[in-house]
């Protein structure tokens, strides 16, 4: 599979979630609807990071193998994917909460990094 069919599974998964990832972080909590959404949220992410790292870095330097700076949220948005999904588990709701929020402002951070200029968004809109 060549950079660009990947792109588009990574952006296929991960274009919905920051309307996902808004909603549920103004909605009721704690009802079905918020755990159903919840899950197809948590599965989207964890698919749309998965799929990123084996897109290789284009843009800045490549630190480790084929990733660069960008990766590390998609490590992050794996490892809080797990804190989050266990805490609720646990019951800890504020330490879920507080992940689910950590979750949802990396990935805006890497949101706005797909426009900048040599990211295949950034040239899609130029």
Not at 55 to 73: D, R
Not at 101 to 106: D, K, M, Q, S, V
């Amino acid at each position: 599979m060549n950079y660009d069919q990947t792109a588009l599974i990574h952006l296929a998964f991960m274009l919905p979630a920051p309307l996902l990832g808004g909603y549920l972080l103004l909605a009721r909590k704690g009802t079905h609807k918020h755990r159903k959404l919840g899950s197809v949220y948590m599965l989207m992410m964890t698919i749309g990071a998965f799929v990123s790292l084996f897109m290789p870095a284009k843009v800045g330097p490549q630190l480790f193998l084929h990733w660069g700076w960008i990766h590390l949220l998609s490590w992050w948005t794996l490892f809080s994917i797990v804190m989050a999904l266990r805490a609720v588990k646990q019951g800890n709701i504020g330490t879920h909460r507080g992940y689910m929020i950590g979750l949802y402002i990396g990935m805006v951070i890497a949101f706005a990094f797909t426009f900048t200029e040599g990211r295949m968004l950034g040239q899609l809109l130029s």
